[in-house]
């Protein structure tokens, strides 16, 4: 193997040319990214090894001398001061101490990436965070339950929607992202919630805005009406008189959080009129001369 080659730099490299090939390598191969596969495991032991020599200037010259082979480790026919300063395929590069002792080092760029611990003489990797998408009903973002969410790791879990959740809101499960290299902790699960449309109420806000239909007597006369909320059905007075567009207001039947003021419910009052023609309505509108009189686009003029 030829550490060159496997990071895929030339041999006049300087060290950030290398430092970059080696991240954009460990980040394509660590075996978080490709569970199960043995290849891909190989492939980046040979990339960190390769990185253990050529990112340390000691090593690489050691190595560029033929002291040392690509994985870090002494050839024979080095001298016994070399050999006592060989290095392990697994470890980062080792370092000699005060006393002339050699010490491996964990690689300071691979922890960075992806979370390594430092340890007793031992480095923990911590697992990577993965992404998901749930879709959750506009009834559940607002009043808050449970939605089922399988993990790429087989497993399900029931994921806990608090109240007055937002459309593109992330929820973070800890400890049930992908599951770290030699023992150490799992990663977490990043979930965005896709808040579905309802066929009635719209959110802005915290508020909740609701059309709310009207037979004309009703509007004309007034009367009790029962509405639906996010929190149930609610008896409503609509004042006599009322017009299309007309909103009334229900304090607190909004969007409510564990934190800061409820929102409202807005009922915007829409008049309709018999689907079928009415014979009786259209003799009164026929013989009602104050609404022939009655400029209704009066707004509307230039």
């Known amino acids: ?46 990339i960190s090894a390769a990185y253990s ?10 190595f560029d001398l033929g002291e040392i082979d690509a994985w870090g480790t002494a050839r024979r026919s080095a001298t016994s001061e070399s050999a006592a300063g060989a290095y392990s395929r697994t470890a980062g ?22 979370g390594r611990k430092r340890g007793a003489g031992k480095a923990a990797s911590r697992g990577m965070d993965q992404t998901y998408t749930i879709t ?14 399988a993990l790429r790791t ?4 029931s994921v806990k929607i608090p109240k ?41 806000g915290d508020d909740i805005h609701i059309d709310v239909p009207v037979s004309l007597p009703e509007a004309v006369l007034g009367g009790r009406i029962t509405v639906p909320t996010p929190w149930g059905n609610v008896s409503v007075t609509v004042p006599k008189g009322s017009n299309t567009g007309t909103v009334l207001r229900l304090k607190d039947k909004g969007i409510a959080t564990d934190s800061g003021p409820k929102g409202h419910a807005y009922l915007t009052l829409r008049i309709v009129l018999p689907e079928k023609p009415d014979a009786e309505l259209e003799a009164f509108a026929r013989r009602w001369s104050a609404g022939k009189r009655a400029n209704v686009r009066a707004n509307l003029a230039q």
Not at 53 to 62: F, P, Y
Not at 93 to 104: I, L, Q
């Open 164 to 204: 007055g959740v937002r459309d593109g809101q992330q929820i973070r499960l800890k400890g049930q992202g992908a599951p770290a290299a030699r023992g150490g902790e799992s990663g977490d699960a990043l979930v965005t919630l896709s808040v579905s449309s309802h066929p009635h109420f719209r959110r802005q």
């Open 93 to 114: 590069w080792n370092r000699r101490d005060d006393a002339g002792r050699t010490r491996a080092e964990p690689d300071d760029f691979f922890s960075e990436l992806f």
């Open 53 to 62: 020599v050529l990112g340390n200037k000691a090593n690489r010259s050691r």
């Open 136 to 149: 959750i009903p506009f009834l559940v973002a607002v009043t808050g339950g449970t939605e089922t969410l």
């Open 1 to 46: 193997m030829d550490p060159y080659k496997v990071l895929g730099v030339g041999r006049g490299a300087d060290e950030d040319e290398i430092k970059k090939a080696y991240r954009q390598l460990a980040k394509e191969f660590h075996p978080d990214r490709h569970p199960g596969d043995a290849r891909a495991v190989e492939r980046f032991k040979e």
């Open 154 to 157: 087989g497993k399900t879990i």
